[in-house]
């Protein structure tokens, strides 16, 4: 008898035991994500250092090209901002440059290499489209601007353009 | 001999009844209510500040109230005549790194009106003070009178009234730290919903 007492006690302890763990599947969770994205306020500086500089005696066959990468021609530019910070840039990849007399334009097709320190034999080439960076430790970087342009129809004169490119902080 | 046998027994058989009539109630409470609730997001199921404000500079602060189109909408259905209770485990800070780390605080509100729609939902919402994590509020409140008898268990060919209860999730970022770094700051809020015990 004083068994069969201890065998019902041990069947309610296992119900016991069995009705929390089935309440414990009673729960249902979700996760929300919380986000910002929080956008830097101080802003880069780009700086002209030095226009491209282009005359016929450079032509060849009526095109003239300048490497970015080596020529002393090259336009030269450098962005302050903030050290190590990464940005996005990318530019226009062709500009039409026009007389200064109003007579005829020009197709000027760009290419860009950049470095971190202004050393331009060792930039790397950058696409027109979109192209992640990072600055220095001194919060520098440095582009080289070249380009190829045809000027076996071209009038005499002067021809100026302008270079667009963008940055900003990822 | 025999006399010390028998008080043995006695003490342990008197210890597993006091065990088992303690754990009674969970079992008339926890069986019935079976895992029937069902918690979902309206929305993305991201609370977004930049909702609120699309360029969120270093320095600011924004904060998304509970009347804000940017407000994270979840639904609770349930036994319409069973409480819940809800927990809600919300980080301090969002992080873009271990070191890119900025403050947050999450509030929660919730509305029990019977509504069918979070838009009216949200005019009759009660916000949680802030602080609290944990809220029990039946799926459905009563309009008036005394509380009505216990619910009658769900069993084969029977199950309660459900209803719809809605969560409204919304809080302040910042303030933005002035070198705070650029990028996308994320952190996670767990939800817990489920039947009340008492």
């Known amino acids: 008898m004083k068994i069969l007492k201890h065998i019902r006690c041990l069947f309610i302890l296992l119900l016991v035991h069995t009705s929390m763990m089935l309440s414990a599947q009673n729960k249902t969770s979700v996760s929300i994500k919380a986000q910002a994205t929080v956008i830097d306020r101080s802003g880069i500086e780009l700086i002209t250092l030095k226009n491209m500089d282009i005359d016929l005696s450079m032509a060849r066959d009526g095109k003239i090209y300048v490497s970015a990468l080596h020529d002393a021609q090259a336009a030269f530019m450098m962005v302050k901002g903030r050290a190590n910070a990464r940005f996005r840039i990318k530019y226009a990849p062709e500009v039409y440059i026009t007389n200064s007399t109003g007579n005829g334009t020009l197709l000027l097709k760009y290419e860009m290499y950049g470095y971190p320190s202004d050393n331009q034999g060792a930039g790397e080439p950058i696409d027109a489209t979109e192209k992640i960076l990072q600055m220095s430790n001194e919060s520098k970087y440095y582009f080289w601007i070249g380009g190829r342009i045809d000027i076996s129809n071209a009038r005499p004169g002067n021809y100026d353009g302008e270079f667009t490119i963008e940055i900003e902080y990822m | ?198």
């Open chain 2, 1 to 198: 001999m025999n006399q010390t046998t028998r008080h043995s027994i006695l003490l342990f058989t008197f210890i597993y009844l006091l065990a088992g009539n303690v754990a009674a109630q969970r079992i008339s409470f926890g069986l019935y209510t079976a895992d029937d609730i069902v918690l979902t997001p309206l929305n993305l199921g991201i609370l977004n500040f930049n909702d609120k404000q699309p360029i969120i500079l270093s320095g600011e602060t924004v904060t998304i109230n509970l009347t804000d189109n940017a407000v994270t909408i979840l639904t609770i259905e349930g036994r319409a005549d069973m409480d819940v209770t809800l927990t809600i485990d919300a980080p301090a800070t969002l992080d873009l790194d271990v070191t890119n780390i900025i403050p947050v605080a999450i509030r929660f509100a919730y509305s029990n009106s019977g509504a069918t729609t979070d838009i009216t939902a949200r005019a009759s919402a009660i916000e949680v003070p802030a602080g609290f994590t944990s809220v029990t509020f039946p799926i459905k409140r009563r309009t008036s009178g005394l509380p009505a008898p216990p619910p009658t268990p769900g069993q084969t060919g029977y199950s309660g009234p459900t209803g719809t209860a809605y969560l409204f999730l919304y809080g302040t970022f910042g303030q933005v730290p002035v070198n705070a770094a650029a990028g996308n700051y994320t952190g996670n809020i767990n939800i817990h919903v489920e039947y009340s015990k008492y």
